[in-house]
């Protein structure tokens, strides 16, 4: 027997490679996974989104604040609402909203004499109030740009917010230090 092969014997294909690098890439499988160099923090921390910004309770405590216990408490839910304070202009605004609607319905509470009648003085705190609370939602919402999303701490926490609300409503109906809160 002779040592050559028959070319038509079917022995494989016959494959030829030109150097060292094309034959491992023949030799290598056509799916070998990713790169770990692909999967570094710093490529990943591009494409992921950061979570969305989530206020620590309900915006909508803001006014009902202002409405249960005043204008202060309003001002204080205002400023801790985002969980985090708004820079100090904001902050001082908020302040001075408060201060001049609690100036406004302690100065009608301690009167000796009633401005227009007992029920028109009464209505007049309850509209510094209303008007207050709606200026304070307004200005988190639209000036300090407040997130209105909240997340299930967000739910719990205002949960817990709105019964001490009312609680210090109900509770402090027939006591003075409600009106010393401007109430």
């Known amino acids: 027997m002779s040592d050559t092969k028959n070319p038509n014997e079917d022995s494989g294909p016959q494959v ?12 290598a499988s056509s799916i070998q996974g990713v790169d770990p160099s692909l999967l570094h923090e710093r490529i ?4 992921a989104e950061p979570p969305p910004r989530t206020a620590s309770f309900s915006p909508i405590l803001i006014p009902y604040g202002a409405i249960m216990a005043g204008p202060i408490i309003g001002a204080l839910l205002t400023l801790f609402a985002d969980g985090d304070p708004p ?20 100065g009608l509470a301690t009167m000796e004499q ?13 509209g510094v109030l209303f008007i207050s609370g709606a200026l304070f939602w ?31 409503f109900w509770i402090g ?5 409600l009106t010393w809160l401007g109430r």
């Open 114 to 126: 009633p401005l227009l009648s007992a029920g028109g003085d009464a209505a007049l705190r309850l």
């Open 173 to 177: 109906r027939d006591a003075t230090w």
């Open 16 to 27: 030829i490679y030109e150097d060292d690098v094309e034959r491992q890439w023949s030799e």
């Open 44 to 47: 990943r921390r591009h494409v």
């Open 87 to 106: 820079p100090a202009r904001q902050a001082v605004s908020v302040l001075g909203l408060g201060a001049t609607a609690w100036v406004i319905n302690f």
């Open 138 to 168: 307004a200005l988190y919402g639209y000036w300090i740009k407040g997130s209105r999303r909240f997340d299930q701490k967000g739910l719990t926490n205002s949960a817990i917010i709105f019964i001490a609300l009312s609680a210090l």
